[in-house]
């Protein structure tokens, strides 16, 4: 047999022993059952419905020249706060920015008196709010379509709500915001309003819900993803113990309690509350003195000792007598 078919044929038969050797052979760690020892602890848990969501404004106001013209300066910035009646910025018509134009030509004294004779026009603030928009410069021509600045009221959280929870959520409902730039900034926020009207997103009915935020603050863009989790239920002061604790046998809920001639404890039968994804409430059954017993797994490692090598050549060393 040519000696690189051998090869090819003899390597594939000899690692397929060693595998199998290894696998019998070697020392398993074993693991087995323990019971630990807890008591029931007193806090606060809630139930959340959680979503997500955009930042956005509760009225958004374009501000548009009422006719074609050249804007001739701005007076506010985006963020700014104005009031009713501001002024935000001005603006020449197309026929007095044509005159002022060829009066530039004429000499000073004639520019002055066709600004003063043919009066600019000013863009007011109809409402109190922000100033979110205001990109457009001195001397760019505008016409009655474009935006020149853009208002908005109040900044809002607008959730896209499941169909399958809608039904959880109630007006007044207290939820908390986390901004997806921002995720270490947490923010309190109010349900005001859930709308009539659904949508579908991505093949999935959902129907939007403004929050109002406790308080807006200045990280806070018109556009901004957030996460909101809504307050379903909440306990305070709750007699509470881990789900790993709680057993269920039909409809009925019970807990191991200690008991020093059973080492895995008594059936304690318990009335249940709201569960968090960690601890459960228990409404009646047991009280925060009483001990309760959770199985969990403990693993062991290998025993040396009784392990043998597969790869020596005759197993486990015999122990010589001496004579």
């Known amino acids: 047999m040519n000696k690189k078919v051998k090869y090819y044929f003899i390597v594939p038969v000899v690692l397929s022993v060693v595998i199998f050797l290894a696998f019998k052979f070697w020392p398993k760690n074993d693991s087995g059952e323990v019971w630990k020892e807890i008591t029931p602890m007193i806090g606060g848990i809630e139930t959340i419905i959680s979503t997500t969501?955009?930042?956005?404004?509760?009225?958004?106001?374009?501000?548009?020249?009422p006719v074609n013209g050249r804007l001739e300066s701005v007076l506010v910035k985006e963020g700014q706060s104005v009031k009713t009646g501001d002024v935000l910025a001005w603006m020449s018509s197309t026929e007095r920015a044509a005159l002022l134009d060829a009066a530039q030509g004429q000499g000073e004294d004639k520019l002055k008196y066709w600004q003063e004779t043919y009066k600019p026009i000013a863009l007011l603030a109809p409402i109190k709010g922000e100033v979110i928009v205001a990109t457009t410069q001195p001397g760019q021509t505008v016409t009655t379509a474009d935006a020149v600045i853009v208002l908005s009221d109040q900044l809002i959280i607008r959730?896209?709500?499941d169909e399958t929870d809608i039904g959880k959520i109630k007006l007044k409902q207290k939820a908390t915001v986390s901004l997806d730039a921002y995720q270490d900034v947490e923010v309190n926020a109010v349900v005001e309003h859930i709308y009539y009207e659904s949508q579908t997103v991505n093949n999935v009915t959902i129907y939007e819900v403004d929050l109002i935020p406790e308080k807006v603050l200045d990280i806070f863009r018109s556009g901004m993803n957030v996460t909101i989790?809504?307050?379903?239920?909440?306990?305070e002061n709750a007699l509470l113990v881990p789900l790993e604790a709680l057993h269920k046998e039909g409809e009925e809920s019970f807990v191991?309690?200690?008991?020093?001639?059973?080492?895995?404890?008594?059936k304690q039968k318990v009335k249940v509350g709201i569960t968090d994804d960690k601890n459960v409430e228990i409404l009646s059954g047991i009280s925060k003195t009483d001990a309760v017993m959770i199985k969990e797994k403990k693993y062991l490692l290998p025993k040396s000792s009784t392990g043998t090598n597969p790869f020596m050549p005759f197993g486990k060393k015999k122990e010589t007598k001496s004579k």
Not at 53 to 62: A, Q, V
Not at 256 to 266: Q, T
């Open 256 to 266: 191991m309690l200690k008991d020093s001639a059973l080492k895995e404890g008594i």
């Open 229 to 235: 989790n809504f307050v379903e239920q909440s306990r």
């Open 159 to 161: 959730a896209q709500v």
């Open 53 to 65: 969501g955009t930042i956005l404004p509760k009225n958004r106001l374009e501000i548009k020249p």
